[in-house]
T-cell receptor
């Protein structure tokens, strides 16, 4: 099965602290893309960061970075210096044939 | 760029009625996707188009669902007749490439069928 697994339904972090959201996936393909999307209460799906599987270097976008372990099929998201505006649902996603497979999401709460 | 524009934002309809959801993709994006989001099933791909042509509609749940893309700047998802189990948030997304660039999503339409 071509699945994406997010094992943490909910996470919380103190403002200004760092939090890591986990994601594992299953694929038989050698070339694919991985994404983290943020869905705030407004329900807009916002692309946070993307990673190309053939690149070993971990992607970084300002306070957001990933730890991509291709052999382990792991793709975690690290949020540094957490802000109140980071509170949202976070979805991990992977490209596949004719589809973009999403995980079930992690709800992140930021505590002031 | 205004992004992907969906309308309406909310739709409440009675069972048996026809519902039409609308989407305007980002100009220049060759791919358009319709997704459905529910608590039970998460985000599911319903159908996607490439250059206005439907490529894969295997995610369309039943014949009651249909989608069209008459031109590069407009797509519709129609449900006829609607049923309470169709209640969900429906997203449209577009992309210049398949997969690699990531998809830009619209704000979604929350459909409630009573």
């Amino acid at each position: 099965a071509q699945t994406v697994t997010q094992s943490q339904p909910e996470m919380s972090v103190q403002e200004a602290e760092t939090v890591t959201l986990s994601c594992t996936y299953d694929t038989s393909e050698s070339d694919y893309y991985l994404f983290w999307y943020k869905q705030p209460p407004s329900r807009q799906m916002i692309l946070v960061i993307r990673q190309e599987a053939y690149k070993q270097q971990n992607a970084t976008e300002n306070r957001f970075s990933v730890n991509f372990q291709k052999a382990a099929k792991s793709f975690s998201l690290k949020i540094s210096d957490s802000q109140l505006g980071d509170a949202a649902m976070y979805f991990c996603a992977r490209t596949g044939a004719n589809n973009l497979f999403f995980g079930t999401g992690t709800r992140l709460t930021v505590i002031p | 760029d205004a992004g992907v524009i969906q309308s309406p934002r909310h739709e409440v309809t009675e069972m048996g009625q026809e519902v039409t959801l609308r989407c305007k993709p980002i100009s220049g994006h060759d791919y358009l996707f319709w997704y459905r989001q529910t608590m039970m099933r998460g985000l599911e791909l319903l159908i996607y188009f490439n250059n206005n042509v439907p490529i894969d509609d295997s995610g369309m749940p039943e014949d009651r669902f249909s989608a069209k893309m008459p031109n590069a700047s407009f797509s519709t998802l129609k449900i006829q007749p609607s049923e309470p189990r169709d209640s969900a948030v429906y997203f449209c997304a577009s992309s210049p490439l398949f997969g690699g660039a990531g998809y830009t999503f619209g704000s979604g339409t929350r459909l409630t069928v009573v």
